[in-house]
């Protein structure tokens, strides 16, 4: 009679689970050390690593949220992620595009016909990559008036406002880290979607993440709970306004866990079709590794090259990275609000994915 192992299956089962559990364990011990190691004894913020999209998230807060009320910062800390929100809106408008109710390279003037006639031939791949020639019309006129900055105004309008500038480039060809391409990205999406953009990033992007601690600044978020204030490296405040029209580029709030979280969802889940995905991590600028709302980064680890998702983003006294790599799922966040220079934020996340 032919030996039937199948009473062994249950067995095996539980060794294999246990065994995995077991690497994992090791794994997520491994990496507090690791932080330890390579974070500097004065960090302020969170950080945030994992070894693949298997693992769990080990995460370490340090220093203090508030220091005029001596509140520390723990893992569940909301920090503004500065222009880390470029890369979500870029997401959103991917998203779009998959829905059919954008394109890539169509001219803005489709949703915005009130636009000079050169400016309306800008594309969104142009606004997305910060190639579009149109001259930062709202830094110009915060230099003449910083009240600007608390305009209490929408994308459509600041966009028609701010964004009405002659060309001082050929579409595509200059790279410019303006705002202003930024406010005619949400003008675009409110006006194919007939809805305020920051609903539309929700709808399209956070709810489906499952995210809890991530959404847009209100313009007393420094009074919200659960919210770290940022400091210069002397300790001052340095904490910037949020006014409603700058909401594609930098007016997210979020957390390490959330962030790993949306870059699952992302390049991990159904959300992007392969094309948008492709879109997303194909660079546009060479010379800034930019693709997309975002860079795309090659860092050589001991286990040969990997190229990450780079998304970094700085606003007053928060300074934001978020390393992944779509390939398994590793990522290291660094969320700092003292005013640490981004470079070196840069620095400890590739010490940190080479030593995994």
């Known amino acids: 009679m032919r030996f039937r192992p ?3 299956a249950p067995f095996i089962l539980c060794a294999t689970l246990a065994l995995l559990a077991g690497c994992a364990a090791l794994a997520n011990m491994a990496a507090g050390p690791l932080i330890e190691r390579h974070v500097p004894p004065d960090y302020s913020g969170v950080v945030a690593v994992r070894e693949d999209a298997r693992s769990t998230l080990v995460e370490r807060a340090s220093g203090l949220a508030s220091r005029e009320e001596a509140q520390a910062n ?10 880390i929100t470029k890369w979500i809106s ?5 998203r779009l595009v998959d829905l059919g109710k954008l394109d890539l390279d169509a001219p803005i003037a489709r949703h915005l016909p009130e636009l000079p006639a050169p400016n309306g031939a800008v594309t969104l791949r ?11 019309g709202l830094s110009n006129a915060l230099r003449k008036d910083p009240a600007v900055a608390k305009l209490d105004i929408g994308p459509v309008a600041a966009a028609l406002r701010f964004g009405a500038g002659a060309l001082d480039a050929k579409p595509g060809e200059k790279w410019d880290y303006s705002v202003t391409n930024w406010l005619l990205v949400a003008a675009v999406v409110e006006r194919a ?5 920051t609903e539309s990033v929700e709808e399209l992007v956070l709810a489906p993440a499952g995210v809890r601690d991530t959404s847009f600044a209100s313009v007393d978020y420094e009074d919200e709970a659960g919210m770290a204030a940022a400091y210069t490296t002397s300790g ?8 409603p029209m700058v909401a594609a580029s930098g007016t997210l709030y979020s957390t390490a866990r959330d962030l790993v979280v949306l870059a699952d969802t992302v390049y991990r889940t159904g959300l992007l079709s392969d094309k948008a995905r492709t879109e997303l991590s194909t660079i546009q600028v060479p010379s800034e590794e930019y693709a997309l709302g975002g860079r795309v980064r090659t860092v050589a ?9 780079w998304e970094s983003g700085a606003t007053g006294g928060y300074k934001t990275l978020l390393a992944y790599d779509p390939a398994d799922g590793r990522a290291v966040v ?23």
Do not use: C, H, Y
């Not at 870029?90 to 991917?94: D, G, I, R, Y």
């Not at 001052?236 to 006014?243: D, L, M």
């Open 301 to 309: 680890t001991q286990r040969g090259p990997r190229t990450l998702a």
């Open 334 to 356: 660094l969320l700092n609000n003292t005013d640490m220079q981004q470079a070196e934020q840069g620095k400890i996340a590739v010490a940190l994915f080479n030593a995994m």
């Open 74 to 83: 723990t893992k569940d800390t909301r920090f503004l992620i500065g222009s």
């Open 193 to 197: 979607t007939k809805k305020p953009f």
């Open 90 to 94: 870029a997401v959103t408008v991917l």
């Open 126 to 136: 142009q606004l997305l990559s910060n190639r579009s020639g149109i001259p930062n």
């Open 236 to 243: 001052t405040r340095k904490t910037p306004p949020a006014p």
């Open 6 to 8: 199948s009473w062994l």
